[in-house]
């Protein structure tokens, strides 16, 4: 004999079974869809890479074998060498550290005064000087060419320059423009590292200020031992940025740095000197092949980003932590 106890029992069992089931059949189907998408934006994003990889890694007989596609059958390092040697990679390798470090470093601190100052003081056309910002970064530096170089190839400020010395100071070829470029928020991002800044210190509570006001703290000590700990996160994230978009950046590079050895402006002229190299050294004559120059593009392209993927390797945690830590609020 049937109990209705029972019966109840057995159906509210196999109705949760079932919710539960769909629940989970729910959960998995949405993790393997996110997986597979993020399994194809992986590969999307390393199949190029592994590919040079590979390519730069392949001797001529490797090159020329339709049987060799993705893995060498006979490695060598010499693609390396020869491509080192047309780089001057040490002297470029020095150059562009210690240059992209003291514009990145530069570029930060100038943009986190300026983001503090726009966040927190009032002042007169301050909404107007802000949209100037955002032109810095809706307009393309490439429409500005002509003025950044008649500006610094006849340098002057208010005819004071001619005044003193008789005539305007040619400043290109030298590191002067880039300091003061990014001295004046004018640099490679700068526009946008001052938007993050700013928005992430009006997200501070105000009452931090205030406290240490109260206490009798001036406004510099104020930024300097309340907000800039604070803000460190942030800070992080614009030094990163800065120091891999001007570690590759080849328009500033070409058109004030022509006398130094730097990566980027070496990488580019990479294909002229591979040519040059090997008809008068390895005594060849016309155009290289386009699998060579290939080989030797794909290589000098890993030794550039070589040393970008070193420093993600170890700064990822404090990169992440700083990402996911702060937010931009309108």
Known sequence: MNNPLSRSRSRAYS???????????????????????????CFM???PLLNKLSISFMS????????????????????????????SYSKALFNSVWLTALIAVLQTTAATLVGYGFARFKFPFRRLLFGLVLLT???????????????FRYFDIF?????????PINMLNSIAPYLIMVA????????????????????????????????GSGAFRTFAVIM???????LTSCFLFAFVWQWTDTFYSSLFLRNITIIPTALGALAERFAHYYNN???????????????????GTLLCIGPILLIYLFAQKGFIESVSQTGIKA
Request: hydrophobic share 45%.
């Open 281 to 299: 050294v390895l005594g060849f004559t016309g155009i290289p092949p386009a699998a060579l120059t290939q080989v030797i593009i794909s290589t």
């Open 184 to 215: 004046g928020c004018m640099g490679l991002k700068s526009g946008l590292y001052v938007y993050m800044l700013r928005q992430f210190f009006r997200g501070m509570p105000k009452e931090l200020e205030e406290a240490a006001y109260v206490d």
């Open 15 to 41: 109705y949760t079974y079932s919710l539960v089931w769909k629940r989970n059949a729910k959960k998995y189907t949405i993790s393997l869809l996110r997986g597979l998408l993020l399994f194809g934006l």
């Open 228 to 234: 800039l700990p604070d803000a460190l996160p942030m």
């Open 45 to 47: 994003i390393l199949q």
């Open 159 to 167: 005819g004071l320059v001619t005044i003193v010395y008789g005539k």
């Open 60 to 87: 001529n007989s490797d090159l020329y074998d339709s049987t060799v596609i993705n893995i060498p059958r006979t490695g060598t390092l010499d693609n390396y060498k020869v491509v080192g040697n047309l780089l």
């Open 137 to 151: 970064i809706i307009i393309p530096p490439q429409t500005l060419l002509t003025s950044i170089y008649l500006n």
